[in-house]
């Protein structure tokens, strides 16, 4: 048994803020005390990680002096939890981590994880940050990665960590997979035909996720349509076969709506939860070639170049002209790749293992 502390930059609904609340639920179900502190103000998986028995600690931290508070208290919390493992979530929650870590009196069995999730980010709006995590990279027992592509871009800034692990996201496969009753009920409800090829594209606002390349490839193709999730999606200047639903908590009953997930992020992505979901749920994938986006996708749909818009409306219209039997074969295809080799117990498992270490 090890007991966890996980410091995350925060606990809204991200990519990395999903996998750690999958993580910890599933590690406090297999008999692994699971403890979260969060830096930021309580997001909704929050509720979440309570309504499964996992605490959640909000340190709430906005300016430097209340960072150095948030140290403070999180030093506490080592104190009274006594962890076999603090385990930092993205860069603040890694730098957090680390200085409460090394302000409490050493336990011979207290180790210090970090993970990054992150691949090729801009370094001109995140450079600072990364680069006190490459400072202090020597200090945790093991930087876990979510993707090769994130752990050689962190290398390539000057990361020297002790010892490195590529784990990739764990995706709930049972819980994104084909529904046709679903795909029915909003199909209906948005006058789409049972045949006609519709994609979707999961992602928030940011300039990481890149919205104008995929916006622009939909404005060439304007026989087909698409849905956008994702929070400020709604606020976008839309062409007219787009629709966008903003922020949703059931994701999982859109994806079998459609036939095609895009992913057009043009930096920084490093396991795209959205590809990987979508493709679960029985979709051909088209991504730009950021992060691990290859080897997710391992030869099925299109991987085409980042802020390209025309080499992504032509892998869109490629699938698109396939018969709606051949869109379906793809989709299986892609969902056993990911029931093989990213399905949410191996990844379950390999942390286990590393909390295990000793």
Avoid: C
């Avoid at 406090?28 to 998986?45: D, K, N």
């Avoid at 069995?109 to 993970?115: D, G, T, V």
């Amino acid at each position: 048994m090890s007991t966890v502390l996980h410091v995350t930059s925060g606990l809204g609904v991200g990519g990395a803020e999903t996998v750690l609340a999958q993580l910890a639920v599933r590690l406090q179900e297999r008999g692994h005390p699971q403890h979260v502190a969060s830096l930021s103000a309580r997001g909704q998986l929050a509720d979440v990680l309570e309504s499964h028995g996992v605490p959640v600690t909000d340190l709430t931290i906005g300016a430097t002096l209340k960072g150095a508070s948030a140290v403070m208290r999180l030093r506490r919390e080592i104190r009274r939890i006594a962890p076999d493992v603090v385990q930092g979530w993205m860069y603040h929650g890694n730098l957090a981590a680390a200085l409460a870590h090394l302000s409490v009196l050493q336990s011979s069995r207290r180790r210090l994880y970090w993970n990054l999730r992150a691949s090729n980010m801009d370094i001109t709006r995140y450079g600072r940050v990364i680069k006190w995590n490459v400072r202090l990279s020597g200090v945790p027992d093991i930087v876990i990665a979510n993707s090769n592509a994130g752990l050689q871009f962190h290398f390539a800034q000057g990361l020297k960590a002790r010892r490195t692990e590529v784990v990739p996201n764990g995706i709930d496969t049972e819980k994104f997979r084909p529904n046709p009753i679903a795909r029915a009920t909003l199909r209906a409800a948005y006058n789409i035909g049972p045949d006609d090829p519709i994609i979707i594209h999961v992602a928030r606002v940011d300039p990481m996720k890149d919205h104008s390349t995929f916006l622009a490839a939909m404005k060439a193709l304007p026989q087909l349509r698409a849905i956008l999730v994702g929070a400020g999606t709604e606020h976008l200047q839309l062409p007219a076969n787009v629709i966008a639903v903003g922020r949703r908590s059931d994701v999982e009953r859109l994806y079998p709506a459609a036939d095609i997930v895009a992913s057009s992020s043009a930096f920084g992505e490093g396991f795209s939860n959205a590809i990987a979901e979508g493709m679960s749920a029985g979709l051909v994938p088209v991504a730009t070639n950021v992060g691990d986006a290859d080897l997710i996708l391992d030869r099925v749909g299109h991987i085409v170049p980042p802020g390209d818009a025309g080499a992504f409306a032509a892998a869109l219209s490629t699938i698109a002209e396939l018969s709606p039997d051949a869109r379906r074969d793809l989709g299986l295809q892609a969902r056993s790749h990911i029931v093989r080799n990213f399905a949410l117990p191996l990844a379950v498992e390999k942390y286990e293992q590393l909390y295990l270490d000793r």
